[in-house]
């Protein structure tokens, strides 16, 4: 079966798939198809895929499409055998990815605060309870609180690994490296693997 992802090189989520799908070797197997989209100017494409309008989405040839990072991710990790959510350690690696994800979306949502809102329509104290919630994550990663940021290659990992990359690219003002110290070095350890220089946001 053919599929294509529909993507694009600054989200963070499709980041997510598009380092499985280095790492899982799925080149040949999945197509990239680029849009440019946001919440106030849905790319005709993004809404066919997804009734959302988010992306990313897996069309499957033949087959019905994908929706949410986290599902694609799962069945991609699926398709080529990766071992990226291993047995022994699912709900583990589910909740950090859960946790990436949860980063990602207030990152975000802080993104479109400052670019889609009119100035008038803004609220910094809004914009401040999104960063708390990233801040409560970062502090928890560099406790240690989540066993799976440990061990071998895992989905939650990439998903940690793209949240910090993308606070760095939206908001590098916010220097939580300062604070956490051994989730820095996760991230300058991780950033040598190919499939995340590879798929670095540009802009
Ligand atoms: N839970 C979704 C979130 C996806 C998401 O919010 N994607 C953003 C891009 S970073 C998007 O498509 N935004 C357009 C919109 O909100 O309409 C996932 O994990 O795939």
């Known amino acids: ?9 600054t989200s963070p989520f499709v980041r997510k798939a598009m380092v499985l799908r280095l790492e899982a070797g799925l080149q040949d ?7 440019a989209t946001n919440a106030l100017n849905t ?13 990313p989405a897996l069309l499957r040839d033949g087959d019905s499409t994908l929706i949410d990072s986290r599902v694609i991710c799962r069945y991609l990790d699926e398709l080529a055998g990766s071992n990226l959510y291993p047995a022994d350690r699912l709900y583990d690696v589910l909740s950090l990815e859960a946790l990436a994800d949860g980063m990602m979306e207030s990152a975000v949502s802080m993104v479109y605060e400052a670019l889609l809102r009119p100035e008038t329509e803004r609220s910094p104290a809004w914009v401040e309870a ?3 919630k990233v801040s409560h994550a970062l502090a928890a990663l560099e406790r240690g609180d989540f066993a799976a940021l440990q061990g071998d290659l895992n989905m939650g ?4 690994a793209c949240a910090l990359d993308y606070l760095d690219f939206r908001h590098p003002n916010r220097n939580w490296q300062a604070d956490c110290p051994n989730l820095a070095a996760f ?3 991780f950033a040598a693997r190919a ?3 590879d798929t670095y946001p540009a802009a």
């Not at 079966?1 to 090189?9: A, N, Y």
């Not at 197997?29 to 849009?35: G, K, N, S, T």
């Not at 990992?157 to 940690?160: D, E, G, Y």
């Open 1 to 9: 079966m053919s599929h294509t992802l529909i993507c694009s090189p």
């Open 29 to 35: 197997r999945v197509a990239l198809q680029p849009v």
């Open 43 to 55: 790319a005709p494409d993004a809404r066919a895929a997804n009734p959302l309008g988010k992306i």
């Open 130 to 132: 999104q960063w708390s």
């Open 157 to 160: 990992q990439i998903a940690v």
């Open 187 to 189: 991230q300058k350890t």
């Open 195 to 197: 499939s995340m220089a």
